[in-house]
């Protein structure tokens, strides 16, 4: 059984119940910041720090996939220096970690609609997906500018137009068409969704896709969310059974 080291201890890892796909609410920066008596910029900066370690641990434990939600289709309506603030930082981030996701074979996409983001953003977006484009290791989603019914407006369209255009009939629309017109399209489902924050609530975020997901909420900021953070939610995950709806046999 492989080990790692977590916070100077072994631990052994199974990684046969590990979740393939995790997804992530990265939840309080602000929070964090302020109650040190700092802006709110800077815990987004502290954000953006934590989340090198944990895409690293992830790549190398091969999970499938790591879906992160950074900016929701509502955060555009914060402060209008916070938002600016945010775009810039996403630069920042993609042009400092594409070596790291080259490094640990990730491949990068962003889940979320194009429309009314910077084209700086969308420049290194688009090169970030390029240069990773033939890695085959741990999928990174970032999912920016996102919303999850945004999402399903947005594939119910394109459905439609197919409708509308005869390329497929409405009695051949079922769950795997949908799921193949959403922005996860070819994405396994997440198995755990993890929030920050302690806060109890989804928050607009891959509604349709996390349908059985197991969900863990930490009660710590997520520019406290550390390694051990991340092994406390695998270990309620590994400890739970999931039974999709059905009766578990004995």
């Known amino acids: 059984?492989?080990?790692?080291?977590?916070?100077?201890?072994?631990?052994?890892?199974?990684?046969?119940?590990?979740?393939?796909?995790?997804?992530?609410?990265?939840?309080?920066n602000g929070r964090w910041a302020q109650a040190?008596?700092?802006?709110?910029?800077?815990?987004?900066?502290?954000?953006?720090?934590i989340v090198r370690p944990i895409v690293?641990?992830?790549?190398?434990?091969?999970?499938?996939?790591?879906?992160?939600?950074?900016?929701?289709?509502?955060?555009?309506?914060?402060?209008?220096?916070?938002?600016?603030?945010?775009?810039?930082?996403?630069v920042e981030y993609l042009l400092a970690e594409r070596q790291t996701m080259l490094d640990n074979n990730v491949q990068f996409r962003q889940l979320g609609r194009r429309e009314g983001l910077p084209n700086s953003v969308l420049d290194e977006l688009d090169r970030t997906v390029e240069l990773t484009s033939k890695n085959t290791g741990m999928t990174l989603s970032l999912?920016?500018?996102?919303?999850?019914?945004?999402?399903?407006?947005?594939?119910?369209?394109?459905?439609a137009q197919q409708v509308q255009q005869g390329d497929i009939k409405a009695a051949d629309i079922d769950e795997a068409l949908i799921a193949s017109h959403l922005y996860t399209a070819g994405l396994p489902?997440?198995?755990l969704l993890i929030r920050t924050a302690g806060e109890m609530r989804i928050s607009n975020y891959?509604?349709?896709?996390?349908?059985?997901?197991?969900?863990?909420i930490a009660d710590c900021?997520?520019?406290?969310?550390?390694?051990?953070?991340?092994?406390?939610?695998?270990?309620?995950?590994?400890?739970?059974?999931?039974k999709f709806g059905s009766v578990p046999t004995t």
């Open 1 to 28: 059984m492989p080990q790692r080291e977590v916070s100077n201890q072994i631990i052994n890892v199974d990684s046969a119940k590990l979740p393939c796909h995790v997804a992530i609410i990265m939840d309080g």
């Open 206 to 216: 891959l509604l349709w896709q996390i349908s059985y997901a197991e969900l863990y």
């Open 189 to 191: 489902d997440p198995d």
């Open 36 to 49: 040190r008596g700092m802006s709110r910029t800077h815990g987004h900066r502290r954000g953006a720090e």
């Open 56 to 90: 690293t641990e992830c790549a190398e434990l091969n999970l499938d996939a790591l879906t992160l939600y950074s900016f929701s289709t509502e955060n555009w309506t914060r402060e209008q220096t916070e938002v600016n603030f945010l775009m810039e930082l996403y």
């Open 143 to 159: 999912a920016l500018n996102y919303g999850s019914r945004a999402e399903i407006v947005d594939a119910v369209r394109d459905i």
């Open 221 to 242: 900021c997520w520019p406290e969310f550390d390694l051990a953070e991340l092994y406390k939610a695998f270990d309620a995950y590994t400890n739970r059974q999931r």
